[in-house]
Every structure is written in C-alpha cells, then in structure tokens.
C-alpha cells in the first residue's frame, strides 16, 4: 500500500472510529433504555479503535 493510499485509509478509519465513539455516548446517553447494546456497541468502538491505531503505525513506518 502506498503512503497516499495508507493516508486515504487512515482518515476513513478515523471517521468511522469517531462514528463508533459518538454512537456509544448516545448510547450512554440514554441509559437505561437500550442498556442491552453497551457490550456490542462497545466491542465495535474497540475494534474501530484498534484498526485505526493499526492503519497509523502501518503510515508511520512507511514515513
């Protein structure tokens, strides 16, 4: 993958990372209703995090 292609992969994964965050704030928001979601909601937050931190270590090596 090339650095501009790393950098292209880097920003859609930061906004579906900052998605995933915001969906679990609403979520939080409002508690109790939809309690049920905190650990599914929670686990794609994570993942989304973690592919996101993943993609910046692969661009930063890259330089």
């Known amino acids: ?3 501009d292609e790393l950098k ?3 920003k859609k ?12 704030h609403d979520l939080s928001e409002e508690l109790p209703i939809g ?5 599914e909601q929670a686990q ?6 973690a592919k ?6 692969r661009l930063a090596a890259a330089g």
């Open 8 to 10: 292209t992969l880097v």
């Open 35 to 39: 309690w049920e979601r905190i650990p």
């Open 52 to 57: 996101l931190a993943e993609a910046r270590t």
């Open 44 to 49: 794609k937050t994570f993942e989304a995090y």
């Open 13 to 24: 994964l930061n906004a579906q990372a900052t998605q995933a965050k915001m969906d679990l």
């Open 1 to 3: 993958m090339t650095s």
